[in-house]
């Protein structure tokens, strides 16, 4: 099980591990401060490359959905993830 955080949560937390699956074209365009591009497909091939299960890891999209599904795919794989509900639309709403 993972847990989720609205993305008008994210400016109470400090320093956070930001994970935006978008493509590059997406997160060029746009992106929440901080955040580090890895696209969905990267981590689904080799999530031990990107992430330690050590960590924390806070994971957007672009509206809350196959971050949803990521977070699920990686917490059964043992890594702590928190999905940022909404994506990046949220994030604008909420800017």
């Known amino acids: 099980m ?3 955080i609205k993305a008008s949560d994210l400016k109470h937390l400090d ?3 930001l994970i935006d699956i978008r493509s590059i074209e997406k997160y060029n365009n746009r992106h929440i401060k901080n955040a580090v591009n890895i696209p969905m497909e990267k981590l689904l091939i080799k999530p031990d ?3 330690n299960k ?3 890891y806070y994971i957007y999209c672009q509206k809350g959905i196959q971050s949803r599904k990521l977070c699920q795919i990686l917490s059964s794989n043992g ?3 928190v999905n940022v509900t909404g994506g990046y639309e949220s994030w604008i709403l909420n800017e």
Request: aromatic share 34%; charged share 20%.
């Open 49 to 51: 490359f990107y992430m």
């Open 2 to 4: 993972f847990e989720s």
């Open 54 to 56: 050590h960590e924390k």
């Open 79 to 81: 890594f702590n993830v």
């Open 15 to 17: 320093y956070i591990n």
